[in-house]
T-cell receptor, first 113, second 111 residues
Framework: DVKVTQSSRYLVKRTGEKVFLECVQDMDHENMFWYRQDPGLGLRLIYF???????EKGDIPEGYSVSREKKERFSLILESASTNQTSMYLCASSFLTEGREPFFGQGTRLTVV | KQEVTQIPAALSVPEGENLVLNCSFT??????LQWFRQDPGKGLTSLLL?????REQTSGRLNASLDKSSGRSTLYIAASQPGDSATYLCALMDSSYKLIFGSGTRLLVRP
């Protein structure tokens, strides 16, 4: 079974803190993605990576950075958390091949207070 | 820039009805299109994946079609049940391997 694991299911952080969200996949996928999901806005792509040390900005990268030092791990970093970053964060991974299905983690519900 | 739109945003139907959810996209250069279901507060459950070379996929009471030339996909749900109530999301993989989502259709099936 493909598994995409996000390190935390629920997280509460204070404004200004540096926050790390971790995602690990065990299927040797090249592609990894970070999304945030907010009511009425659907899933918006923050960053994605198609290889180790490679990263591409998605639609809403401001306030975020990412790290991909190993193929199986893709980290999302909130440099200085703000209340408007309170959201559900979803990680996904897929092969870099036409037609291959992406797989999702269960999500991290982040609350910034 | 690829944009994915889902209509309607919300739908309420009585149990037993057949229904169609729509997904449209602006750029036909896609690798695949996928339909997901999401229950409140939960992650995504994959329903059907249509490769770019395919026209439709079926699973049980669900049938998804893809027409790349017109930039449309539909998810058909036959004989709807209250347990089908959820948000349905379509997502496509574009030519740069980015996965792009629509904003979803919230479905309520009334007993």
């Amino acid at each position: 079974d493909v598994k995409v694991t996000q390190s935390s299911r629920y997280l509460v952080k204070r404004t200004g803190e540096k926050v790390f969200l971790e995602c690990v996949q065990d299927m040797d996928h090249e592609n990894m993605f970070w999304y945030r999901q907010d009511p009425g806005l659907g899933l918006r792509l923050i960053y994605f990576s198609y290889d180790v040390k490679m990263k591409e900005k998605g639609d809403i990268p401001e306030g975020y950075s990412v790290s991909r030092e190993k193929k199986e791990r893709f980290s999302l970093i909130l440099e200085s958390a703000s209340t408007n970053q309170t959201s559900m964060y979803l990680c996904a991974s897929s092969f870099l091949t036409e037609g291959r299905e992406p797989f999702f983690g269960q999500g991290t519900r982040l609350t910034v207070v | 820039k690829q944009e994915v739109t889902q209509i309607p945003a919300a739908l309420s139907v009585p149990e037993g009805e057949n229904l169609v959810l729509n997904c449209s996209f602006t750029d036909s250069a896609i690798y695949n299109l996928q339909w997901f279901r999401q229950d409140p507060g939960k992650g995504l459950t994959s329903l059907l994946l249509i490769q770019s070379s395919q026209r439709e996929q079926t699973s049980g009471r669900l049938n998804a079609s893809l027409d790349k030339s017109s930039g449309r996909s539909t998810l058909y749900i036959a004989a709807s049940q209250p347990g089908d109530s959820a948000t349905y999301l379509c997502a496509l993989m574009d030519s740069s391997y980015k996965l792009i989502f629509g904003s979803g259709t919230r479905l309520l099936v009334r007993p």
